[in-house]
């Protein structure tokens, strides 16, 4: 495997950052060969790897969440500017023979531009968006008029408006390219798969590629990952033989429904295991029989072992972690790509989807009892489970990282 290898992460969701570090750790290469860039938060966890870790400017995760909220593109034009100068500098400064990228889309213009070759991670599910599929966005400015008004609304006029939608967020990347000399993209998804080589990461058995896309990607099937903290001083108390439901909204989702969720669920006499919560030493009783067990962070993979159920933010990630321990997932959309993933999961018995606008918390309160209790949809889950843990990701992605080689037709031009 050539060397050294350039990995960059925007860390607007710490999704991202986890999906590179699982492929990263599953190079066989000496760690001192492999260059990590993110945002300095997780130089902690770069570096306890033993790999180099470079700063990165990315986005501060509040802001890009207040872009989606909008409607808004999530990088514009100065943004963008800023971020291809900055990859170039690292570009020119470590001099990879390959940079992998997740959500860096200013490397569709470095990369390119340094003759770089390019390996882009992301999810299948955005190459079969269109505008007969696309859910209802969690619109700020649609609130006022609520939720099922503005689901008709949207329905009636989506053929017409989502083309347009899609164009318009394109816009400040074409001015930007247009500045390299590089073609305008059509829709912004042409921004989030515009690599020499993608690897995506999904399950082939619930989404592929659309047959528009082409060939040149890899399915890497889904990287969980796992963040690296110690378990909690409760860990102990938590009991084998009580039902236990993991809640977790994680970096991107509405977190103000957590407490909410967390009183609705604590009227079932279950253990409640919250996360990206205010942390407690000691579990709270309630008169239901209930428990709870929080923590700001948890170990997803583990905590997911100990659950009945899994409700989650129905990302990519965090709903492939809880499928990878064979347990059912609720998932409570805030964005479009979480419910773009959730679209795709759905039609499996164990999964339910909800969106975070206006959900009904007796409704997941029912789902929560009856995927719980229901013992074919959890033999289901186990079943599905063996299928996800048949991927061999390193042997895929060193797949991928060859391909995005081998096929790069020239060699890069670094700035001496």
Same mark, same amino acid.
């Given at each position: $495997? ?8 925007? @860390? ?6 986890? #999906?590179?570090?699982?492929? =990263? ?24 790897? %033993? ?30 500017? &800023? ?29 390119? @531009?340094? #003759? ?31 939720? @099922? ?13 989502? /083309? ?12 930007? #390219? ?50 690296? !903290? ?30 909410? +969720? ?5 009227? +079932? ?12 030493? *000691? ?5 239901? %029989? ?33 499928? &990878? ?12 790509? *979480? =419910? ?6 759905? /039609? ?10 206006? !959900? ?26 063996? #299928? ?14 060859? $391909? ?13």
């Amino acid at each position: $495997m050539p060397t050294p290898i350039l990995f960059m992460a925007e @860390s607007a969701t710490l999704a991202h950052v986890v #999906r590179l570090l699982t492929l =990263a750790d599953s190079l066989e290469l000496p760690r001192s060969s492999i260059h990590f860039a993110t945002a300095s938060q997780y130089r902690s966890w770069i570096e306890a790897r %033993g790999m180099n870790f470079v700063p990165l400017q990315c986005q501060d995760t509040g802001a890009f969440q207040r872009k989606l909220d909008q409607g808004k593109s999530v990088i514009d034009k100065h943004l963008l500017t &800023a971020q291809v100068k900055e990859d170039i500098e690292i570009l020119n400064s470590i001099r990879p023979q390959v940079v992998v990228g997740d959500f860096r889309l200013s490397l569709a213009i470095s990369a390119r @531009s340094l #003759r770089v070759p390019y390996l882009g991670i992301a999810n299948a599910y955005w190459t079969r968006l269109t505008p007969g599929q696309m859910p209802l966005p969690e619109l700020s400015f649609l609130k006022p008029i609520g939720r @099922s008004i503005s689901e008709l609304l949207f329905k009636a006029s989506r053929e017409l408006i989502v /083309p347009h939608i899609l164009q318009r967020h394109a816009d400040d990347f074409n001015i930007v #390219r247009a500045q390299y000399g590089m073609a305008p993209y059509r829709s912004i998804i042409d921004a989030y798969t515009d690599a020499d080589w993608v690897g995506f990461a999904d399950a082939s058995e619930v989404v592929t590629p659309s047959n528009q896309f082409g060939s040149r990607y890899t399915t890497l099937g889904p990287l969980n990952g796992r963040v690296d !903290c110690p378990l909690p001083p409760w860990w102990n108390e938590i009991k084998d033989d009580q039902p236990t439901v993991y809640l977790n909204l994680g970096s991107s989702g509405k977190h103000e429904l957590a407490p909410i +969720l967390i009183e609705a669920l604590s009227e +079932l006499p279950i253990q409640i295991i919250a996360g990206s919560v205010e942390p407690i030493e *000691q579990p709270i009783s309630y008169p239901s %029989g209930a428990k709870l067990f929080s923590a700001r962070v948890l170990p997803g993979d583990t905590v997911c072992q100990k659950a009945q159920v899994v409700i989650c933010n129905g990302g990519a990630p965090s709903s492939y972690q809880a499928l &990878a321990a064979g347990r059912p997932v609720i998932g409570i959309t805030r964005n479009m790509d *979480q =419910a773009l993933n959730m679209q795709s999961l759905s /039609p499996l018995s164990f999964v339910r989807s909800f969106s975070a606008w206006g !959900c009904q918390l007796h409704e997941i309160t029912s789902c929560t009892k009856e995927l719980m209790n229901h013992q074919t949809i959890q033999d289901d889950a186990q079943a599905f489970k063996a #299928r996800l843990l048949a991927y061999n990701h390193k042997a895929l992605f060193e797949q991928a990282l060859t $391909m995005a080689i081998t096929g790069h037709k020239h060699s890069p031009i670094y700035i001496q």
